[in-house]
């Protein structure tokens, strides 16, 4: 099936909306993450626009849905982030330890710990009012002995990024370390207080090093360390690093920031404590304006440091939602086509509308402000130079991909 006609593009979504909704490998759900996409839109760009080998890379990597999958399928994943956050869960499934690696360390963290040793009277109340004592010693052990740096000590501090909080669960079997929080994000700290408050909420006991064990068993992780990419800390409006010029990635696959949605780093302040980053300080970084024009210079920058980068033969698509303006929805996308990409020369093969089911969107959390977010994702489909589609050949998703006999 050929895709180069405009009308046969529109059906794309299609292909991966056909996959069920609990497909990927379990290191998707390592930890969550705002306006995240699905696994199975990577994972099918990334089988239809390029080959085993080839170079993929996302310069707002998130949780590192690209990469994964990039990795997955054999080739080389590549994402960079403003966000602290989203570098080390990106790096985490970039640089995959072994499973045994990952357990020997957590022993000798585990074998040197002495709850004498910690004190808790300095952590603020918004941090002590989530964690019994001891959990929080652990915590605080694990925080002081672990280094972002190493690939080992950073794939367990992005777990333990995944469970410092969890969302209300009926159970009483405790998913994270915290109270029960009502969502899976943090929400602001006073809001956190009032709910313990009117719900009766007791810091759960938990042994922290239990539960990374118990976790791990759930991540189907390699028997030999999987090195398929590299994460960096990288601002996107500024120019790439010359390696990942001379890497020309076939393709280039991302959502970037959309108008004001969204704080990453307001609703992930407890994440950010255990990275020793604070909220105010992320948030300041990273784009977040409800200028459209300021967006419009944003994605400018972004877009001209990509065309340096992309393979001449490659692709760039860009996943970027409607957003609320008043009473009306903005086609974000179609804006940066007009006012920014078409002036750049860029190939467009089409854009792509791709229906957010309700329940899916973010914005039910924000109930009757549930404009805020998107009810429409478009994916801007662009090559540097004119060029045809290949054929799309539909995805099986009756198999999930493992790195069971896969190479570094």
């Known amino acids: 099936m050929g895709v180069s006609a405009s009308y046969q593009i529109?059906?794309?979504?299609?292909?991966?909306?056909?996959?069920?909704?609990?497909?990927?490998?379990?290191?998707?759900?390592?930890?969550?993450y705002f306006a995240m996409f699905p696994p199975q839109l990577a994972h099918f760009f990334v089988d239809w626009l390029t080959e085993p080998g080839d170079a993929v890379y996302d310069p707002f990597s998130g949780r590192g849905t690209v990469p994964l999958e990039a990795v997955l399928q054999g080739r080389r994943g590549y994402g960079s982030d403003a966000n602290p956050l989203a570098v080390v869960l990106s790096q985490a499934k970039t640089r995959v330890p072994s499973k045994r690696t990952l357990l020997k360390r957590l022993a000798e963290i585990e074998g040197s710990y002495s709850p004498g040793a910690v004190s808790i009277a300095d952590e603020p109340a918004n941090i002590t009012m989530l964690y019994s004592d001891e959990t929080l010693r652990q915590l605080l052990w694990l925080k002081g002995q672990l280094d972002r740096t190493h690939d080992t000590d950073c794939f367990w501090i992005a777990t333990i990024l995944g469970m410092l909080h969890a969302n209300h669960n009926k159970s009483g079997v405790p998913r994270g370390f915290s109270i029960s929080m009502p969502n899976t994000f943090a929400m602001a700290p006073g809001y956190v207080a009032k709910y313990i408050k009117e719900h009766g909420l007791v810091r759960p006991e938990v042994d922290v090093f239990d539960m990374l064990r118990t976790r791990l068993e759930r991540l189907d992780l390699p028997t030999a360390?999987?090195?398929?990419?590299?994460?960096?800390?990288?601002?996107?409006?500024?120019?790439?690093?010359?390696?990942?010029?001379?890497?020309?990635?076939?393709?280039?696959?991302?959502?970037?920031?959309?108008?004001?949605?969204?704080?990453?780093?307001?609703?992930?302040?407890?994440?950010?404590?255990?990275?020793?980053?604070?909220?105010?300080?992320?948030?300041?970084?990273?784009?977040?304006s409800s200028s459209l024009t300021r967006y419009l210079e944003f994605m400018k920058s972004v877009a001209a440091n990509l065309k340096t980068v992309v393979a001449e033969d490659g692709y760039v698509c860009f996943v970027i939602g409607d957003v609320r303006r008043g009473e009306e929805d903005l086609n974000l996308a179609q804006a940066v086509w007009d006012g920014v990409l078409q002036d750049q020369g860029w190939h467009l093969h089409g854009i792509i509308a791709d229906e957010i089911p309700q329940n899916r969107k973010v914005s039910r959390i924000w109930k009757h402000n549930s404009g805020r977010a998107t009810k429409v994702d478009r994916l801007l489909l662009l090559s540097p130079t004119p060029q045809i589609l290949p054929d799309v050949i539909p995805s099986s998703w009756t198999q999930q991909l493992s790195f069971v006999n896969k190479r570094s």
């Open 225 to 288: 360390k999987r090195s398929g990419g590299k994460t960096w800390t990288h601002d996107a409006t500024t120019p790439p690093p010359s390696w990942l010029v001379h890497k020309r990635p076939k393709l280039i696959f991302t959502s970037p920031p959309y108008l004001q949605v969204i704080k990453y780093g307001k609703y992930n302040w407890v994440r950010l404590w255990f990275l020793g980053e604070t909220s105010s300080e992320v948030d300041e970084r990273l784009m977040a």
């Open 10 to 32: 529109q059906d794309l979504p299609l292909q991966w909306r056909s996959a069920p909704r609990r497909w990927g490998h379990p290191l998707h759900s390592l930890c969550s």
